[in-house]
């Protein structure tokens, strides 16, 4: 088999996507490219920097599409997928998540000396501080850091103003540390389905952020990068110019959580469904539903069901039935899809969906035109 | 880094479990091989033959332990992970899932055709099976096929005995195919926590098929294979002396779910949990929890959430946060973990959590001693 795996012999074939092996994670390339060109006229239209997240795709494919298209760099959650993206020649990494273990800072140095263009990480806490700057005094380097304020999600971040300047003046201080900014993301406010509610709450913790930097930078202190944002906040994030760049991921797929979550006719945002899954009808036998191969191990599990989305009777319904099988739901009276026939569906949560994917099978009209791996699938 | 992760250079190190690189899945080879040892010793004394699940650990190591303990080989969920298995030498690879598409038959009858033995399959279709006795004739090989009987899961299998005796009429005359039993696996009965209830439940279902398989062998078919069982149910599915093998996979490992399901007092198990998530507390500027590394992107979701087993104060819960971080809930007056510290976890369902993972780190006592590639990891 091909190290693309057994669909690489399909790739250039007129009327392929039809017959690829399945479960298969696909791409829609023009949809994709539609939605990186759509988010980079946006930022260019605001007036900020992209640095899109690319816990989302783990692609240096699609990370190289983003910065052709303008970014500046692109975020990593894992140190794992920063290496991968680093050493893929993607410039501007910047690691999104504490790194705290001596094994995660050897790492984390390590890479920030190879040659790499402007790799930076997040700190919450002077402990974390004080070993990144023993280990990068340690090999002679300097590390650029971010300190992380806890912005209404609660996992990450510096948890009051005060320890937010605390740490910033000891990042100042440090040695082996360049102090570049702060990171200030709020999770907990992307899926908010009411946009006039999403918008009072985005702007409010802006605001409050807003208030923070007024009163660093009266103290003198110069904070370059002030980094967060979403896909759920995309136009909201720029409307307080405090944001130096977002952090935008989803954008490029558009999940079925995404759409549910903003396609509310109040906030028509100008991305499209560019990832599915194609699985295959694998058993007829029962009234009803009919058996498809991807489960469990295909789609994420954390947020709603998939959404077929062609080749399915209208109305019909997705829901896991284990590891490796999905149960179609078929509304009464509507005739089964036969055995081998092909489903696609919209991805649940697609970041935690392309992770259980070895690659993309990046399709345009009827035609599988290349294969992508996910590069960083698994990496920590 | 080594091609087995960032972990290797610890291998034979003592106190290393203490030390991972984290999110590192564990698994603790004595348990390991004790739970292997158990299920052996139980067959042989139930006189049933064993061909463990390989969905369960995706692993040639453990698969090559199952055999070496005594069994007559392994089952598989997908194509991808028979692949695996047979090249890697293990023999009589079993196919629990009808395989349907042009492009999986391709593959299955080019592994049948390779020198391997005993590889087999199951069918529930006539369509289906037509085309694997088409594709079985133009390869000049027999396929050897198991009929699938649906059990009460839904899942897969024909639906009733009069679709069971023509299939097996079929298969019979089929010049490309070798009929060589039949299947029949009740995974609606293995989670049932009463286990009155689960025993009344299995019987009832063995005794179905045991008076299908007696109008068969009346009629003169001979069925030298009725496969099917669980963990759940394996000490119930010998029990009437209907099942020439059993195809119990989680055993080995023993998650959340089995935990809960089978120690009810009234069904102590013989298994020990063998499986565990090592993670590192990344973030403690909370009050009442501290944020871990270890999220969505390393257990399974679509059941229970992960119980910490060591390193939390008693009575912490474990909670989801993200893809790539857990909240470890501690109880009102516990000392928080500090920075760094490791938490070791049970995981839930462990064949998707397995599949999250490319690398088993095996330990002893609290040293890593190997490291063993999920092998099968993704393929299907």
């Not at 399909?10 to 994670?25: F, N, Q, V, Y």
Request: with cysteine; proline share 5%.
């Amino acid at each position: 088999m091909s190290e693309l795996g057994p669909n690489a012999k399909l790739i250039g074939e007129k009327g392929s996507r039809a017959r690829l092996d399945t479960p298969a994670l696909l791409v829609d390339r023009d949809a994709l490219e539609r939605n990186i060109a759509a988010m980079a006229a946006h930022a260019r239209a605001c007036n900020v920097a992209l640095r899109p997240h690319a816990k989302t795709h783990k692609s240096l494919e699609i990370a190289r599409r983003q910065i052709a298209a303008g970014a500046l760099g692109i975020c990593c959650a894992t140190l794992g997928e920063a290496e991968v993206m680093a050493r893929g020649g993607v410039p501007g990494v910047h690691v999104t998540s504490p790194q705290v273990t001596e094994a995660k800072i050897a790492r984390l140095v390590a890479l920030a000396a190879s040659p790499h263009r402007g790799l930076s990480v997040v700190v919450d806490h002077p402990a974390n501080l004080a070993a990144l700057d023993a280990a990068a005094q340690g090999a002679g380097i300097t590390l650029d850091v971010l300190v992380d304020f806890e912005a209404g999600q609660g996992r990450t971040g510096v948890a009051s103003e005060a320890a937010l300047g605390a740490l910033v003046s000891a990042a100042l201080a440090a040695e082996g540390i360049a102090f570049r900014g702060i990171q200030s993301y709020s999770g907990n406010l992307q899926h908010i389905a009411d946009r006039a509610e999403r918008r009072a709450r985005a702007l409010a913790q802006t605001d409050r952020l807003a208030a923070m930097l007024t009163r660093l930078r009266d103290a003198g202190i110069a904070v370059p990068i002030v980094t967060g944002g979403g896909t759920g906040t995309f136009d909201l994030d720029p409307e307080r110019r405090v944001f130096t760049e977002l952090q935008v991921g989803s954008y490029v797929f558009m999940d079925v959580e995404y759409r549910h979550a903003l396609a509310d006719g109040r906030n028509a945002l100008p991305f499209e469904t560019a990832l599915l899954v194609s699985t295959a009808v694998v058993s007829v036998n029962a009234t009803g539903y009919v058996t498809t191969d991807a489960g469990l191990k295909c789609f994420a599990t954390d947020g709603p069901e998939p959404e077929p989305l062609s080749g399915a009777p209208p109305g019909s319904r997705y829901e896991f039935f284990g590891d490796e099988h999905g149960r179609l739901v078929i509304p009464a009276g509507a005739a089964k899809p036969a055995l081998g026939a092909r489903i696609e569906c919209v991805t649940p949560h697609c970041d935690p969906t392309v992770n259980l994917h070895d690659f993309y099978h990046v399709v345009a009209g009827d035609t599988l035109v290349d294969i992508w791996p996910v590069d960083a699938r698994g990496k920590r």
